[in-house]
C-alpha cells in the first residue's frame, strides 16, 4: 500500500496545500480528502483503477478541492463518500452560482455513499469511519488492505474514536495543527496529542498532519518535538511524500 501525500496543510495554502492524501492499494486510487492539494491528482490517477474519495467533513479546506474533478477525472468513474448528507452537501456547492457545471452534467459518472462503524468494502480494501471531537461534526476513517491498517484522523481534538481508528495502525495519519503552547478552541490537535493517541492505539508510525497554516519551520519543528517526546516514532507529512505501509 503507498500513501502520497498531496495537501499536508489546513485552513489555507501559504506554505503548503491543504488537506489530501493519495492512498494506492492493488485495484483502487483512495483518497483522503480533497483540499487543494486535489489539484496534483491529475498526475497521479490512472484510468484502469477504481477511484473513491473519502470527505473527512464540509469545511472548505476539505472540499474546495472537488471544483477540480472535473480537470482530474476525465473518462472515469468516481465514488464519493462521507458522513449523512454527503450527496446533498456535494451537489449544493458544485452548482451555480458556485461552480458553473452541476455533478449531473459532468462527463463522467459520480456516485455517492455514505460510510459508518460498520465500514465498506471498497474494491481490495475496506474502509470504516467514527465520528471526531470538531467544530462542526468531522469523521475519521480506518483502511484494513492486505493485513495492513492506516488511520486518517484529521481535525479533531483528543477523543477515544481517534485511538479506535487508530487501533494497531501500521500508519496512524493524525492532525497536529498547534504547538501545546499555540492550542486554541475549534477543535483541534497539537503534535502532543497526536502523539498520546497513537501510544494508545498501539500504532507503528505517527505522520503528522494538517499543519497550522501559518506554521514556519521553526513552528512546525517544535511540534515535532512534542510529539517525539511522546511517541518517537513519529514523522511529519510533508506535500509530496510518499510512504510505503
Not at 43 to 48: A, G, S
Not at 73 to 100: A, N, T
Not at 127 to 152: C, Q, T, W
Not at 223 to 239: G, T
Request: aromatic share 8%; net charge positive; hydrophobic share 40%.
Amino acid at each position: 500500500m503507498e500513501v502520497k501525500f498531496l495537501g499536508t496543510r489546513g485552513w489555507y495554502p501559504k506554505y503548503g496545500q491543504t488537506a489530501c492524501v493519495l492512498v494506492r492499494t492493488g485495484k483502487a486510487d483512495i483518497i483522503f480528502d480533497v483540499g487543494t492539494g486535489a489539484a496534483m491528482l491529475k498526475d497521479e490517477l490512472r484510468l484502469d483503477r477504481e477511484t473513491h474519495i473519502f470527505i473527512s467533513h464540509f469545511h472548505l479546506d476539505h472540499t474546495v478541492g472537488l471544483c477540480f474533478l472535473l480537470g482530474v477525472f476525465k473518462g472515469k468513474k468516481l465514488k464519493i463518500w462521507g458522513q449523512r448528507g454527503v450527496e446533498r452537501v456535494v451537489r449544493g456547492l458544485l452548482r451555480p452560482p458556485y461552480f458553473p457545471v452541476p455533478v449531473e452534467k459532468w462527463p463522467f459518472e459520480v456516485e455517492f455513499g455514505e460510510i459508518g462503524e460498520a465500514g465498506e468494502l471498497i474494491s481490495d480494501a475496506r474502509v470504516s469511519a467514527r465520528p471526531l471531537e470538531h467544530s462542526n461534526h468531522s469523521i475519521g476513517f480506518r483502511l484494513e488492505y492486505e493485513g495492513k491498517v492506516l488511520a486518517y484522523v484529521t481535525d479533531t481534538d483528543k477523543c477515544a474514536n481517534a485511538v479506535r481508528l487508530g487501533h494497531g495502525a501500521d500508519l496512524l495519519i493524525h492532525e497536529a495543527t498547534y504547538t501545546e503552547k499555540g492550542k486554541g478552541r475549534g477543535g483541534h490537535s497539537t503534535g502532543k496529542i497526536a502523539a498520546e493517541v497513537a501510544r494508545a492505539a498501539g500504532a507503528k508510525k505517527l505522520a503528522l498532519f494538517h499543519l497550522d497554516a501559518e506554521a514556519d519551520a521553526k513552528y512546525i519543528a517544535r511540534i515535532l518535538a512534542e510529539a517525539k517526546k511522546e511517541f518517537p516514532n513519529s514523522v511529519l507529512a510533508k506535500d509530496g511524500m510518499r510512504l510505503i505501509v
